[in-house]
């Protein structure tokens, strides 16, 4: 995600994405769009998680008071 394009004043963002086969072919998605506010904005550059992608460990920056944290697998297992 472009995180720079969450600093717009913008309340809907719009994207595609271009895939690119291993014979360098490629082809674009259809156009989608995501529906944001500054709240979105806000709570994505108050909190860094890194590395990404990661195996063994990840490291978290905030300023704020997080109570709970709840990590999800790409199978969508905690």
């Known amino acids: 995600m472009d995180l720079d394009a969450l600093h717009t004043e ?6 595609r994405i271009k895939q690119v086969d291993n014979d360098q072919q ?10 944001v506010t500054h709240s979105i904005s806000s709570t994505i550059n108050d909190v860094i998680i ?3 992608p990661s ?4 490291k978290i920056n905030t300023t ?15």
Do not use: M, R, V
């Not at 913008?10 to 994207?15: E, G, I, K, M, N």
């Not at 490629?26 to 529906?35: A, F, T």
């Not at 195996?55 to 990840?58: E, K, L, Q, T, V």
């Open 55 to 58: 195996s063994d460990f990840i």
């Open 10 to 15: 913008a309340h809907t963002l719009y994207y």
């Open 64 to 78: 704020n008071n997080i109570q709970q944290i709840q990590i999800i697998d790409l199978k969508g297992e905690i």
């Open 50 to 52: 890194y590395p990404n």
């Open 26 to 35: 490629y082809s674009y998605s259809e156009i989608q769009s995501l529906d």
